[in-house]
C-alpha cells in the first residue's frame, strides 16, 4: 500500500512542475518572468520622495526572497505658497524640461530615466526595479497581472518597445 501512495505522490509533484504558469513582461530596461503559483501580493502604491518627485509603483511579493517593482516618476509641480514668484517656479521648471529634452535629443537618456541603484544597500536588498516611461502602462501591467493571476492563465505582454 505504501508504495502505491509514494506513486501517487511522486506523480502528483510531477504533474505540478509540468503545469507551471508563467506571467512575462518585455520592457525596454529588460524582461521578467514570475511563476503565478509563487506570487503572494500585487499592489499599486504612489508616494512622494524627498519632496521632489511623486511615485506609483506597481510592486509584485512572490514567496521567493525577491520582490519586484515597476514603476513611474513625475516631478511635483511646485507651487508658489503665496502666489507671488509662480512665474519664476515655472520658468525654472519649463528650461529643466527643455534642458533634458536637449540632452535625450542628442542621443543620451537622461539618468533620471534609469533605474538607480545606490551599491551595497540597493544591489543588494532582492528587489528587481524597472522604471516605466507613463502613468498608463502601470495601469496596463497590473490588468495583465492581475487577470493572469486570477484566471492562472499563461500571459505576455510587452511596454514601450
Known amino acids: 500500500m505504501k508504495k502505491i501512495f509514494f506513486t501517487v505522490v511522486l506523480l ?3 504533474t505540478a512542475v509540468q503545469a507551471a504558469v508563467f506571467w512575462r513582461c518585455e ?8 511563476s503565478l503559483s509563487t506570487i503572494s501580493s500585487v499592489s499599486v502604491h504612489e508616494y ?3 519632496g521632489a518627485a511623486r511615485v506609483t509603483e506597481l510592486t509584485i511579493g512572490t514567496t521567493g526572497a525577491v520582490v519586484t517593482r515597476f514603476y513611474f516618476l513625475q516631478p511635483l509641480v511646485l507651487k508658489s505658497p503665496i502666489g507671488i514668484g509662480q512665474s519664476v517656479i515655472d520658468k525654472v521648471q519649463e528650461r529643466a524640461q527643455d534642458v533634458a529634452g536637449r540632452v535625450e535629443g542628442a542621443g543620451v537618456e537622461p539618468f533620471w530615466k534609469k ?3 545606490n551599491y551595497p ?5 532582492h528587489t528587481v ?8 502602462d502601470i495601469e496596463k501591467l497590473r490588468k495583465s497581472l492581475e487577470t493572469a493571476w486570477r484566471n492562472n ?6 511596454i514601450g518597445q
Do not use: M, Q
Not at 153 to 158: A, D, G, L, N, Y
Open 12 to 14: 502528483c509533484a510531477v
Open 48 to 50: 512622494v520622495v524627498d
Open 129 to 136: 526595479e524597472y522604471r516605466l516611461d507613463n502613468l498608463d
Open 27 to 34: 520592457l525596454p530596461g529588460g524582461i521578467y518572468t514570475v
Open 153 to 158: 492563465s499563461e500571459t505576455s505582454i510587452k
Open 115 to 117: 533605474v538607480v541603484k
Open 121 to 125: 544597500t540597493t544591489t543588494h536588498a
